[in-house]
């Protein structure tokens, strides 16, 4: 017997009591028997129907129970189908999960022995780098050894040209400064004049008029006492340029060659000229 039939049961039970007490208590009230039992045969057929239909309700849950607890069946049993198929899938992904870890552990083996190689290239490289840079710093100071010797000898063969011009220069000079001195001392000689110092006049000043090479072309000649041997001074405002000495000389205009031994700049046409070191 399922609770619901216990619970009508029970019912009838407490029915059945309250119909004792009813009794009891119309005969202690003396009451009329006749319609007493007629009343309670109405309850009692009241009760019945109401018992009748307690068990017509409690077979309509009974069989809805029933086809509950088949229901409940069909769903447990296509649950645990389910559960099979999962439980096989989830065999299938373990499987699977212990190919990937065993295939993870080669290749984290691979990773590790890759990363040890690594870091032995990057050693190398590292050494191979410092010794690049050693190299390099060395071939640099070396260069720069190169470039200031190179410096040097192209000074050393600057001045080396410059006191070659200069010797060139001085020779040259002192075979015409002999040569003007003997010209000079003879003709004095025969003309009964007494011998003075060959120097220009020390007020002398002009301009550079041309330049060619190391030759200039000033605007003093012989009309304003320039002679071959004379050496005159050049300016460029303020500043002092060189001195020059004459090797030609015209009526107007002289041409001389620059003295590498006082070059202090480079000479151009426009440049004052003078016969002595300005103040």
Known sequence: MNFLGRIFVGLIFIASIGFFFAAIFANSS???????LTDLRSKNDQLTRTVNEAKLAQEKLQTSLLQEQIARTAALAALQQ???DQNEELQQANAKLSQMNSV??????KLAETLDRLKATMIINDTLR?????VITDRNVQRKKVIELTDDLNELNS???DLKDMRDQLQESETVQRALAETRLNTLRLAG???AEDVPPSD???EIIAVSGNQVEISLGRDDGVRTGHTMEVYRGAKYITRVQIERTDTDKSVGRVMASFRK?????GDQVASKLLD
């Open 30 to 36: 003396h009451m009329d028997y006749t319609e007493k």
């Open 82 to 84: 389910q559960l099979g």
């Open 104 to 109: 993870n552990t080669t290749t984290t083996q």
């Open 130 to 134: 410092a010794e690049n840079d050693k």
């Open 159 to 161: 001045k080396l040209a």
């Open 193 to 195: 004049i007494p011998d």
């Open 204 to 206: 002398l000043q002009g």
């Open 265 to 269: 700049g480079y000479v151009q046409a």
